[in-house]
């Protein structure tokens, strides 16, 4: 059907025709994603008519299918004014039972209609920046929240409350302000959590651990995953600055709680394998987002038959993080966004829990036995973070060697020995270590344990590679001292031809260990030397 036709009937006011009219076009358009130019007017002015069609006394079934219709049409950018005004915005939250007054909310008691009325808000306040101010000024997110609260009470389907978390996730995630409203006035992340808890049908156990019926337990449903996912990027998006700040004991106590729930996520699988992978992907994220004080809750739990116990401590949770790191690190793919959330989480862990550094360390970085490859080359999961510590993004290269570095208690001659001197020159020269030392770390004193193997090859391990080196043929061999000479030279005048034009530039090291030009350093050198001449009344 013509779309000029579909305009015509619209503007006759007909209802039967119209929802006749709309019926056809949804039909035909329902898989429509992209538009024609030459009918934008035309779209323009019936998405005007259908927002002052659907203020009128409509029977549910026409109410649907003019949501409908405006839902196909919100997917085209350019058409979205008459959507994005405060009375059109209106119309839509009040279908969609989340108009926000001052009495009360009120509700439109089909559920078809909310269902479509949530889709076009969803489109709409995604693709409008204008839309996405007017919902804040209009106070949706308080309906929403109404609504959400009431989830234990009214039996409303899967669709439904799909939708409610997912326009609560693009309204948080698009607006700081509506993210602040949610977790500091409408209390969001206790009611959040609360949400998940009811979602996961679980059982608490002891104060920081709870469980579900069944051993092990059941996968977790399809809709209760999709449900479960868009409640932890909703808290992903509320807690966002949460574990760089101080919490309170009432805070602390609040996201230990939800600790708890996420280490229950992560110990359960989803309805798939690529599923369970996203579910646990969205948990790495928001634990990430715990204040470091918090994360104990992964380790609280008693150890049971069956649990993984290292040191006396229930190590699963630590343990599915761990084969969750190395899944990431098989992929290969978009490191920065699936493995830098994992990597940070676990070196804090380790960096705040001893238990967990020292298990951590004896599956990462066993005892060293093999000293004739170098720390890179290989199939353990020490050779492919190493590998990462070269990597082309500067953040995947920093959170891989902040993992090793932690694990070796911040040592750089234990770090160095696990990676190569070659692999951890960028580490420690942003840590102003490249003269040695140790990090302002706080780590117990025990020592590194070396096998008999490595013990007999330390004095011919190459610091640089970490490997054993061939010893190769002295090239001066042979030669008089003037030749000697001659090719040293050489060599200087040729380093200072490419630094006069800037090719290179000659680097030394400050007395602080930090990287430097040459002349900076030797300045430096000086400098502190005349001190200390000074401080021992030397002329």
Known sequence: MELKNVVETVESGEQDAILKALQIYNQEKSQCFTFEDEEREERKKMAQ?????????????????????????????SCLDPFTTKEGLQTLAR????????????????????????????????????????????????????RIKLYNEKNL?????????????????????????LSQELRGI???????????????????????????????????????????????????????????????????RLGALLRHCLMISADGEDRTEEFHSHTVNLLGNLPLMCLDVLLTPKVRPGSLEYMGVNMDAVSVLLDFLERRLDRGHKLKETLTPVLNLLTESARVHRQTRKFLKAKVLPPLRDVKNRPEVGNLLRNKLVRLMTHIDTDVKHCAAEFLFVLCKESVSRFVKYTGYGNAAGLLAARGLMAGGRAEGEYSEDEDTDTEEYKEAKPNINPVTGRVEEKLPNPMEGMTEEQKEYEAMKLVNMFDKLSRQQVIQPMGMTPGGNLTSLENAVHELAEERSSSDSDLGLD
């Open 95 to 146: 279908h969609a039972g989340i108009d926000y007054s001052e009495e009360l909310i009120r509700e439109v008691p089909d559920l078809d209609v909310i269902l479509e009325a949530l889709k076009c808000l969803c489109n709409i306040v995604f693709s409008s920046p204008r839309a996405q101010e007017l919902t804040a000024e209009a106070r949706l997110v308080v309906g929403l929240t109404e």
């Open 49 to 77: 008519l259908l927002i002052k069609f659907l203020e009128r006394e409509l029977q549910p079934s026409c109410q649907v299918t003019c949501l409908e219709s405006i839902r196909i049409l919100s997917r085209d950018k």
């Open 157 to 181: 389907p899967h669709e439904v409350k799909f939708f409610d978390l997912r326009l609560l996730f693009l309204l948080t995630a698009l607006r700081v302000d509506i993210r602040q409203q």
């Open 190 to 256: 206790s009611l959040m959590t609360d949400t998940l808890e009811l979602m996961l049908g679980v059982k608490w156990l002891d104060p920081h651990e709870v469980a579900t019926e069944g051993n092990p337990p059941i996968p977790l449903p399809r809709q209760e995953t999709e449900r479960a996912m868009e409640i932890l990027k909703v808290l992903f998006n509320i807690t966002f600055d949460s574990s760089k700040r101080e919490v309170d004991e009432e805070d602390a106590a609040l996201y230990r």
